[in-house]
T-cell receptor, first 112, second 113 residues
Framework: DTAVSQTPKYLVTQMGNDKSIKCEQN?????MYWYKQDSKKFLKIMFS???????INETVPNRFSPKSPDKAHLNLHINSLELGDSAVYFC???????????FGEGSRLTVL | KNQVEQSPQSLIILEGKNCTLQ??????????LRWYKQDTGRGPVSLTI?????NTKSNGRYTATLDADTKQSSLHITASQLSDSASYIC????????????FGGGTRLMVKP
């Protein structure tokens, strides 16, 4: 009965590869997010989707492409991985503009 | 520019002691402020939410305060336990289109026996 689930939890890959992280929420929320947490533990927003529509796209390389097949899913695909992409990626969701943000457990990406 | 600054960056206390974490923000117009706790290897979890009209709110041994005039919030932890060791993140929501969230850098708390 996990609220926000993301897979995989750990991902180790070589530079130049393409990888995806999946996220699903069963809370019925209309807004989903991807955040990147670097080694200094600072959470930085990457994307936000509301009812499958992109509403926030921060300055993120276009190698990162989010896809929302429905409002319960927001997947993140990364092309041509670079060393600097190594981080923990968090998916989150909330209802409306003022609702509590619920986070997934994170996906730790290591690029070698 | 909306900003959230937290202090201290890190803190070590002995089990059973109290501590206070600070959050200063410049987010405007203000909607609400949340404190999140992030255990190592886990996602952040909300501890409490403060709206404009609230000064103090408690959640067990956690007590959050808000001074909307000075744009400051604090999180006080009473009788700390080893399980309180975590990062505490202050997140402020702006009352505007999209209710943008601004995150603080967090305070890493370590409680030692």
């Amino acid at each position: 009965d996990t609220a926000v689930s993301q897979t995989p939890k750990y991902l180790v890959t070589q530079m130049g590869n393409d990888k995806s992280i999946k996220c699903e929420q069963n809370l019925g929320h209309d807004t989903m997010y991807w955040y990147k947490q670097d080694s200094k533990k600072f959470l930085k927003i990457m994307f936000s989707y509301n009812n499958k529509e992109l509403i926030i796209n921060e300055t993120v390389p276009n190698r990162f492409s989010p896809k929302s097949p429905d409002k319960a899913h927001l997947n993140l695909h990364i092309n041509s991985l670079e060393l600097g992409d190594s981080a923990v990626y968090f998916c989150a969701s909330r209802q409306g503009g003022a609702g509590e943000l619920f986070f997934g457990e994170g996906s730790r990406l290591t690029v070698l | 520019k909306n900003q959230v600054e937290q202090s201290p960056q890190s803190l070590i206390i002995l089990e059973g002691k109290n501590c206070t974490l600070q959050c200063n923000y410049t987010v405007s117009p203000f909607s609400n402020l949340r404190w999140y706790k992030q255990d190592t290897g886990r996602g952040p979890v909300s501890l409490t939410i403060m709206t404009f009209s609230e000064n103090t709110k408690s959640n067990g041994r956690y007590t959050a305060t808000l001074d909307a005039d000075t744009k400051q919030s604090s999180l006080h932890i009473t009788a700390s336990q080893l399980s309180d060791s975590a990062s505490y993140i202050c997140v402020v929501s702006a009352e505007s289109a999209g209710n943008m969230l601004t995150f603080g850098g967090g305070t890493r708390l370590m409680v030692k026996p």
